[in-house]
């Protein structure tokens, strides 16, 4: 598993979410290498929800080979990751999904929003992707939760959305439906 956290946050954030989905994992969790006012993310934005496209472009290439490394590295199966990210973590995960057909082998996406728009995306048949939203999140509307469904459906991937009547924190609820999204699909 390889995780990603939200902005501010770092490596340790979501390690006891990766426990609890599935404890036998192993898991690579890295840490977002660009600082905003100190608060570490996995790429630049110029404003909240407007991202540097440039840079998340370079750092969304950087990530991908830095997996093609950890995996030579540490002995992991390069074509069975499964991300899980929540929110700027979310939105680098699906960055990935965007622009590289064999980066992700699924992925959990806490929060994401749509990270590019009118490009085409790599085929993604027989990926796995779980999508949690918020009905009342202020960072990414429920249109653009469902816009990031489709873009995914439409290049093949099987995509779960999944809705709390919340707003762009992680709730239990959440967790236990992205647990559950995973046993059935792994
Ligand atoms: C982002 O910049 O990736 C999104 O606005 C989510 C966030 O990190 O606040």
């Known amino acids: 598993m390889l995780l990603l956290h939200g902005t501010g946050g770092t490596e340790h954030d979501l390690i006891p979410l990766a ?14 290498n660009v600082l905003e006012n100190g608060m570490p993310r996995f790429f630049r934005r110029l404003s909240e929800g407007v991202f540097d496209e440039a840079d998340l472009i370079f750092r969304t290439q950087e990530l991908n080979e830095f997996l093609d490394e950890a995996a030579e590295k540490y002995s992991f199966d390069r074509q069975n990751i499964v991300a899980i990210g929540y929110s700027n973590g979310a939105n680098i995960a699906g960055s990935l999904l965007f622009h590289y057909s064999d980066a992700l082998a699924g992925a959990i996406l806490h929060h994401p929003m749509v990270p590019r728009r009118g490009v085409k995306l790599p085929d993604l048949t027989g990926k796995n ?5 918020g009905t009342n999140d202020p960072i990414c509307s429920p249109e ?3 816009e990031l469904k489709s873009l995914l459906e439409n290049a093949g991937a099987n995509v779960e959305l999944f809705w709390d009547n919340m707003g762009h924190q992680l709730t239990m609820r959440e967790v236990e439906a992205a647990s559950a999204w995973y046993t059935s699909n792994y």
Do not use: C, H, T
């Not at 426990?19 to 977002?32: Q, T």
């Not at 992707?129 to 939203?133: D, M, Y």
């Open 129 to 133: 992707v779980f999508i949690g939203a």
């Open 144 to 146: 653009e939760s469902e």
């Open 19 to 32: 426990s609890r989905i599935d404890p036998e994992a192993n898991v690579l969790s890295v840490r977002g």
